[in-house]
């Protein structure tokens, strides 16, 4: 399942769309490895019995099983784990049946650091944490890849969106001269 660009608003870019990294995968394709050998494996040593015939198909059941649980279902959670940065917030999503989801402002971010172990520097992941100003504080995201590449660009974002809001120096020029005319309009209306 696709990130839904309708939850998007109107003026609203997506910076930076990503899923977790590639490791996370790694178990469950070593699990699904591990089950097929050993199914091909029962199928080359089992004697060739009646009942070896049995304990095949309940080996593939057992397989299969195993193969739903410990490989496809954890493919599909990292397939519908969404982490979106847009130039207004932070998205995330995730679920397969059930969808969870959480929206940080940018200019509700305070804090952006990231962490990595030594095993993770040489993957290229690591874990990023954004802390918020409001209730719920800290959002950890882990298996983040290039995660030092995504903190600094997330720092990015949240600067232009605080430069965007802020009143600065021009602005209060601007400002000042708008209102410096909209005198001298209102003193010649009187004078007339």
């Known amino acids: 399942m696709g990130f839904p660009e309708s939850v998007l ?39 060739d019995k009646s009942w070896s015939n049995i304990a095949l ?3 593939g059941v057992i397989g299969l099983i195993l193969v739903c649980w410990l490989t496809i279902w954890p493919w599909m959670k990292w397939r519908t784990t969404h982490y979106v940065f847009t130039n207004e917030r932070v998205i995330m999503r995730e679920g397969v049946f059930s969808r969870d989801g959480r929206d940080i402002p940018l200019g509700r971010v ?3 650091s990231f962490h990595h172990t030594f095993f993770e520097r040489m993957l290229g992941c690591g874990t990023l944490t954004i802390e918020s100003a409001g209730e719920r ?15 600094s660009e997330l720092y990015e974002l949240v600067e232009a969106d605080h430069d965007s809001h802020t009143f600065g120096d021009d602005d ?6 708008e209102v410096t005319r909209a005198q001298s309009r ?7």
């Open 57 to 59: 198909i309940v080996l």
């Open 172 to 177: 209060r020029e601007a400002l000042a001269k």
């Open 9 to 47: 608003t109107k003026d609203e870019r997506v910076e930076v769309h990503l899923h977790p990294h590639w490791k996370a995968m790694v178990r469950p394709v070593l699990v699904l490895v591990v089950v097929i050998v050993g199914i091909g494996a029962a199928w080359f040593l089992l004697p």
């Open 137 to 151: 504080g800290q959002v950890v995201l882990t298996d983040i890849p290039h995660v030092e590449k995504i903190q």
């Open 186 to 192: 209102k003193g010649r209306g009187d004078d007339a």
């Open 110 to 112: 305070n804090d952006v």
